[in-house]
């Protein structure tokens, strides 16, 4: 097992603490794009709880056209934001170089790179610039023989690769990305506050949509992508659907008009309601009774998290480090990412949704034991500590 990173009670870092070793610092975070995403809003989440502690946080795009809407979400939190764009769909040999000039001009200390673009362009940035560089890989996607190559390649140059499950660590080292020693996991984390549950709300939410107040509400939240599965879930839950059961779909993405046509063109499918893309997501989630995802692949989804620590029980596949975040049977529903078991163990869901409210509080507290923000956050600043000062 992949060594997580966890603080004793002498390391364990109030919020707003400086630590030894010339902190606070300089850390700039490099994503490929802005954009609303599970990785995406991680990064904001870190890198606030960093700002916070009173280190100095920049967040780089690397999209080729605007750098995404959550670039609003990190100037809030009082982050930096910098453009360098990747030029053209094509590897970009000047980016690196481009990167290194923002990192010395800014005077990075930390380089933290997020998933397989930035890895391949920020690591030699953070290497020539002479900063510590961690990586942190959020999910267990292959890809073509050339970007593995690159990938491998780039591994060399970090100092720390972080996977975010063990499922994610073990598929590091099946890949060969990187050797054990460099490899830690550190578990993703939210903000606690924010997500909570709120009865006061679940009125409100259902007024909006049209959704009788005793009525059953299964929910996803995630990017509409052909691997998030999320036509999975539809067909699985279709044949249930009536005017006490309704399924919520919050967020877009390139698969959404085939969600609604699929919706559209079942009996039931009036009972299936799109929210689109919202920045209320811990508001909407109020408004369910049981959380669904249907991924084909994950890493440790923070969509998972925050329905949890909402007090919602959790229909998923068993996929990536889901399986260490849902206890089947007491925080949730497990199943295979096959139709027939995942079709099957939704409908022993509903079957007893008397066990509902028992099982959301059971997620809760699980949620405010293992994944708050302020952890991610101790965890990390333990890794960039013990690496600057070469332990």
């Known amino acids: 097992m992949i060594r997580l990173f966890r603080l004793s009670r002498m390391t364990a870092l109030s919020p707003g603490a400086r630590v030894r070793y010339g902190w606070p610092v300089v850390i700039a975070h490099v994503l490929s794009s802005f954009r609303v995403g599970g990785q995406e809003v991680m990064a904001v989440e870190l890198a606030s709880r960093q700002r916070a502690r009173g280190n ?4 780089v795009s690397l999209a080729q056209s605007e750098p995404g809407p959550l670039q609003g979400a990190f100037a809030r ?14 590897f970009d040999p000047s980016l690196p170089f481009r990167l290194a000039v923002l990192f010395r001009r800014k005077a990075v200390d930390v380089v933290h790179l997020h998933n397989h673009q930035p890895l391949i362009y920020g690591a030699f940035a953070g290497r020539i610039s002479r900063c510590t560089t961690v990586t942190t890989r959020h999910g267990q996607a292959g890809g073509p023989r050339r970007e593995l190559w690159l990938r491998r390649q780039a591994a060399r140059l970090v100092d720390s690769f972080v996977a975010v ?5 073990s598929n590091t080292l099946a890949l060969g990305l990187v050797p054990e020693r460099k490899l830690a996991v550190i578990e993703n984390g939210i903000d606690l506050r924010r997500y909570e549950p709120r009865p006061e709300q ?14 059953r509400v299964i929910g996803t939240v995630c990017r509409l992508a052909e691997c998030k599965n999320v036509s999975l879930l539809l067909r699985s839950a279709l044949p249930h659907l009536g005017a006490m059961t309704h399924v919520l779909i919050v967020g877009d993405g390139p698969e959404r008009s085939k969600l609604e046509s699929l919706a559209a063109q079942h009996p039931q ?4 309601h799109f929210a689109g893309q919202r920045d209320d997501v811990a508001r909407l989630l109020n408004g369910l009774d049981l959380f669904a995802l249907s991924s084909k692949t994950e890493g440790h989804p923070l969509a998972v998290i925050e329905a949890m620590a909402t007090g919602l029980p959790v229909l998923a596949t068993s996929v990536g480090g889901i399986p260490d975040m849902v206890e089947d049977g007491s925080t949730g529903f497990l199943a295979p990412a096959e139709e027939s078991a995942y079709a099957s163990r939704l409908a022993q869901a509903l079957a007893c949704d008397q066990s509902w409210p028992t099982m959301g509080r059971a997620a809760r507290a699980a949620a405010s034991e293992r994944f708050s923000s302020e952890t991610m956050a101790d965890r990390y600043q333990k890794l960039y500590e013990s690496l600057r000062r070469g332990s």
């Open 77 to 90: 939190a009082g982050v930096e934001t910098a453009h360098v764009p990747r030029l053209g769909p094509r």
């Open 56 to 59: 100095k946080v920049i967040a």
């Open 165 to 169: 499950s063990q499922e994610v660590a």
């Open 269 to 272: 499918g009036r009972f299936v």
């Open 202 to 215: 679940r009125s409100e939410v259902r007024a909006e949509f049209g959704l009788p107040e005793n009525a």
